[in-house]
Nanobody
Framework: QLQASGGGLVQAGGSLRLSCAASRRTSTNNGMGWFRQAPGKDREFVASIAWNGESTYYAGSVKGRFTISRDNAKNTVYLQMNSLRPEDTAVYYC?????????????????WGQGTLVTVSS
């Protein structure tokens, strides 16, 4: 129901755009979020967006570098990642929230995509 794509290998300072294609049931009326999990670390919140795109939240480590957006006509959420750093290396997961608001807590999400790997080389 959630298909993440766009990951890959990029040099530090580079950019990538992740996409998350969602089924209608899990997308249009729900907040959406991106999380990531680096090797040996817990999954962490990256960014979230409300159902209408009018509110967003970012983790402090990515604020000013990453931008979350959505196109409800395409049932797709994006994560534009600029100025990438080696510490951004992780598997990135998109998720659909239980409600319409943007939320930072993983327990508030009930559908998760399969993840896409982002590797940033120094």
């Amino acid at each position: 129901q959630l298909q993440a794509s766009g990951g890959g290998l990029v040099q530090a300072g580079g950019s990538l755009r992740l996409s998350c294609a969602a089924s209608r049931r899990t997308s249009t009326n729900n907040g959406m979020g991106w999380f990531r999990q680096a090797p040996g670390k817990d999954r962490e919140f990256v960014a979230s967006i409300a159902w209408n795109g009018e509110s967003t939240y970012y983790a402090g480590s990515v604020k000013g570098r990453f931008t979350i957006s959505r196109d409800n006509a395409k049932n797709t959420v994006y994560l534009q990642m600029n100025s990438l750093r080696p510490e951004d290396t992780a598997v990135y997961y998109c998720a659909s929230a239980r409600g319409p608001v943007a939320t930072t807590l993983s327990r508030n999400y009930n559908y998760w995509g399969q993840g896409t790997l982002v590797t940033v080389s120094s």
